[in-house]
């Protein structure tokens, strides 16, 4: 489907993948983070510290074993983790809910409406990828094995040291029946978690003495530095009272996925993965709403949803494939028409 797309519109085909955020995971693949004073800095422009390192540093690992430019390392290390968080998703789905139907799985996670970051050299495909690893082994209660996952996602975006609610949340119903030995190995295995976004602000307290550089810079991309606990309202009351049709779908669909994640935690089933995608949209939101699709459509918890409930029977998965698919083109188009603001 994508050779067909990129046929259709791309005049240089796959060398034209690589745009927006491609290029800066490119820049820290082949060159590392910046050195930046921050104190003396006026956010007049963009850096890359804003990235989160596991998915460049994996492309610079690509690009030296292979001999690939970063930007080539960065676009084939994308679509190699979109390949295996596909398989990675089959066997999460099949952990939790064995009865579903693994081909059903599969395509819901290969037609992703945004499959666009798949392909195109963001760390979308890897944080599925580790997310679905991470419950896998959290519902096998392997936990020192999804700590691990755990550690790694945090250190593949932000929203990746959530994962330590779901992982308490898994604790409580076995909690009581534990020794006391058993509680501190699970307490201690859940201190890795966090390690991966520790390792990262040490590394900027090096690079630019500021451990907390990834937000502070995001005032450079004219996104609000979070203010308080209810910032994320603020901007989705800004996105639903946009005029721009695709501000307040963001915003919508954010309200959509926060409603649905708090209905399943209100009926105590799937807590665990619930309490995951509640706080991973709302964490992005507390800057802005502001190509929120790719922060929604990229989680493991909201891929097993469509599963669960479009998968049910064939008329139902029919019609949200073909949504996928057209949202999809649509996607391929805009990625490389001349638009500005189709995706983020």
């Known amino acids: ?101 693994p081909i059903t799985n599969g395509s819901i996670a290969a037609f992703n409406p945004y499959s666009i970051y798949g392909n195109a050299g963001y760390t979308e495909p890897l944080f599925l990828l580790l997310t679905c690893i991470f419950f896998a082994l959290l519902e096998r209660r392997l936990y020192l094995k999804a700590s691990i996952a755990g550690a790694l996602l945090s250190a593949t975006r932000l929203v990746g040291v959530v994962s330590v609610i779901s992982y308490l949340i898994s604790l409580t119903p076995l909690w009581p029946s534990w020794r006391w030995k058993n509680r501190f190995q699970a307490l201690g295995a859940m201190a890795l978690i966090p390690t991966g976004l520790v390792v990262f602000m ?93 922060y929604i459509w990229w989680q493991a918890p909201v891929l097993l949803f469509i599963a669960l409930f479009f998968g049910r029977n064939r008329a139902l998965l029919a019609g949200w494939l073909t949504l996928a698919i057209a949202v999809n083109v649509w996607s391929y188009r805009l990625w490389f028409s001349t638009t500005n603001w189709h995706l983020s």
Not at 239 to 264: C, E, K, T
Not at 279 to 285: D, E, N, Q, V
Request: charged residues 10%.
């Open 202 to 294: 040490l590394h900027l307290q090096e690079r630019t003495g500021d451990p907390l550089a990834f937000i502070h810079i995001q005032r450079a991309w004219g996104r609000a530095t979070p203010a308080g606990p209810t910032s994320w309202l603020v901007a989705l009351s800004k996105a639903l009272s946009s005029d721009w049709w695709l501000y307040r779908y963001w915003g919508i669909s954010g309200i959509v996925v926060l409603l649905i994640s708090l209905f399943f935690i209100l009926r105590g089933r799937y807590t665990s993965l619930a309490s995951f995608s509640l706080f991973s949209t709302i964490i992005p939101l507390t800057s802005d709403c502001w190509g929120l699709s790719r």
């Open 1 to 101: 489907m994508e050779s067909i797309l990129l046929h259709w519109f791309a005049s240089n085909g796959y060398s034209d993948l690589c745009q927006l955020d491609c290029h800066w995971y490119r820049k820290i693949a082949g060159e590392g983070y910046e050195r930046l004073q921050l104190g003396q800095f006026d956010y007049s422009r963009m850096a890359n510290v804003a990235f989160f390192p596991l998915f460049p540093g994996a492309a610079s690992v690509m690009s030296h074993l292979l001999g690939l430019t970063s930007q080539t390392g960065v676009v084939l290390t994308s679509k190699f983790f979109f390949m295996i968080s596909i398989y990675a998703f089959i066997k999460m789905v099949q952990t939790i809910a064995p009865s579903t139907n």
